[in-house]
């Protein structure tokens, strides 16, 4: 079973740009689809984007399309998130997930790995 370790979140201003990266362990990270999700405080973690196993796929959020892109390197065993145009409404804590499954997942449950998160700020 994979370990997730997130990075790249901070502090931005509305219309900014950050780049997250999720860094897998393991040998079987090309195994796994993998998710991006977020969650702010008081509400319920929402998918963000997906990719498959080969990166052949992916899926968004409607709230993100176009201004949002996962992508994955399989030799270096991450999963990444480019994040265009943030807005405020988008402040929460942004969490890595990975699940041995042919298709992409959209809810917390298709995932059984899950990073710690990183914390993404974007003020106005």
């Known amino acids: 079973q994979v370990q997730l370790v997130e990075s790249g979140g901070g502090l931005v201003q509305a219309g900014g740009s950050l780049r997250l990266s999720c860094a897998a362990s393991?040998?079987?990270?090309?195994?796994?689809?993998m998710g991006w999700f977020r969650q702010a405080p008081g509400k319920e973690r929402e998918f963000v984007a997906g990719i498959n196993r080969s990166g052949g796929s992916t899926y968004y959020a409607d709230s993100v399309k176009g201004r949002f892109t996962i992508s994955r390197d399989n030799a270096k065993n991450t999963v990444y998130l480019q994040m265009n145009s943030l807005k405020p409404e988008e402040t929460a804590v942004y969490y890595c997930?990975?699940?041995?499954?042919?298709?992409?997942?959209?809810?917390?449950?298709?995932?059984?790995?899950w990073g710690q998160g990183t914390q993404v700020t974007v003020s106005s």
């Open positions: 393991g040998r079987t990270f090309s195994s796994y689809a």
């Open positions: 997930a990975a699940d041995r499954r042919l298709q992409v997942g959209v809810r917390p449950f298709d995932y059984a790995t």
